[in-house]
T-cell receptor
Framework: RKEVEQDPGPFNVPEGATVAFNCTYS??????FFWYRQDCRKEPKLLMS???SGNEDGRFTAQLNRASQYISLLIRDSKLSDSATYLC?????????FGKGTTLSVSS | SQTIHQWPATLVQPVGSPLSLECTVE??????LYWYRQAAGRGLQLLFY??????ISSEVPQNLSASRPQDRQFILSSKKLLLSDSGFYLC?????????FGSGTRLTVV
């Protein structure tokens, strides 16, 4: 089983749509979780941390279900500028483990 | 504020040639430093990490090596590049939760 699994997409949505990404992880001992955003041919950048109680940052909402080892990211009112690859990231003890990413394309 | 510098941005090297990529961090002391590689169509793969000067841990056997000669300097090297070494190399630092990445080096081995 892969350590961090994501649906690669692509997700093609119109502006204003709500889109959700899901991620599962294999290490039940993991304690830290993140979503990163990566634009084409650029380095990944931290989008938000994910907390057990769920957390929101503007149009972005992250949820964590430890029992199911499942992480989600919800983007409301999608903008053209949201087009990117979203990486699910889990602390593997030694270092962060990255999923392969889910690609989002928002069109007008 | 903390910044991370990585160079060069792009590199084209022939098979069998040596490699040296450098990463430096400013504005912090004793950071944890990491080298990742992102091959085409694949996720980020951890190559090396370092918790201090001269302390290097390797995650996967490969044609590469790393060194940390100074607290805020991390170097990725190879004596002889292979075609399979092509990819996007990213240096990152951590002083808590989450990593900050350098802008990366896109290496093409021809």
């Amino acid at each position: 089983r892969k350590e961090v699994e994501q649906d690669p997409g692509p997700f093609n949505v119109p502006e204003g749509a709500t889109v959700a990404f899901n991620c599962t992880y294999s290490n039940s001992a993991s304690q830290s979780f993140f979503w990163y955003r990566q634009d084409c041919r650029k380095e990944p950048k931290l989008l938000m941390s994910v907390y057990s109680s769920g957390n929101e940052d503007g149009r972005f909402t992250a949820q964590l279900n430890r029992a199911s080892q499942y992480i989600s990211l919800l983007i409301r009112d999608s903008k053209l500028s949201d087009s990117a690859t979203y990486l699910c990231v889990v602390n593997g003890g030694t270092a962060l483990i990255f999923g392969k990413g889910t690609t989002l394309s928002v069109s007008s | 504020s903390q910044t991370i510098h990585q160079w060069p941005a792009t590199l084209v090297q022939p098979v069998g040639s040596p490699l040296s990529l450098e990463c430096t961090v400013e504005g912090t002391s004793n950071p944890n430093l990491y080298w990742y590689r992102q091959a085409a169509g694949r996720g980020l793969q951890l190559l090396f990490y370092s918790v201090g000067i001269g302390q290097i841990s390797s995650e996967v056997p490969q044609n590469l090596s790393a060194s940390r000669p100074q607290d805020r300097q991390f170097i990725l090297s190879s004596k002889k590049l292979l075609l399979s070494d092509s990819g996007f190399y990213l240096c990152a630092w951590s002083a808590g939760s989450g990593y900050t990445f350098g802008s990366g080096t896109r290496l093409t081995v021809v």
